[in-house]
């Protein structure tokens, strides 16, 4: 099991900014795309933002124009800058790193918007 070890999460007023931080502790071979996915009380988890090892992203509707992901050079951490943040960000974010045979998923970081 390659671990996926998440940081950044916390507690932010409406209109403030967090970065989120994943990092692939270990080796995957065959590396596709790494994602941040956010599930909020009583809902399904969906998709935030992904990139894949070209820098190709895509994001969700709800987070175009206010998120960024990125990754550092090494492809090891992908990071998910959060601007002009939103009571409805609120959730618990999860990063996942797809690979050729599946996906490892991180243990999940709370983030909480508060007006």
């Known amino acids: 099991q390659v671990p996926l070890v998440e940081s950044g999460g916390g507690l932010v007023l409406v209109g403030e900014s967090l970065r989120l931080s994943c990092t692939i502790s270990?080796?995957?071979?065959?590396?596709?795309?790494m994602a941040w996915h956010r599930q909020a009380p009583g809902k399904q988890r969906d998709l935030v933002a992904k990139?894949?090892?070209?820098?190709?992203?895509k994001y969700a509707d709800s987070v175009k124009g206010r998120f960024t992901i990125s990754r550092d050079s090494a492809g090891n951490t992908a990071y998910l800058r959060m601007d002009s943040l939103r009571l409805d960000d609120t959730a618990v974010y999860f990063c996942?790193?797809?690979?050729?045979?599946?996906?490892?998923w991180g243990q999940g970081t709370q983030v909480t918007v508060s007006s």
């Open positions: 996942e790193a797809s690979y050729y045979y599946g996906s490892y």
């Open positions: 270990g080796t995957i071979f065959g590396l596709d795309y």
């Open positions: 990139i894949n090892t070209f820098g190709d992203t």
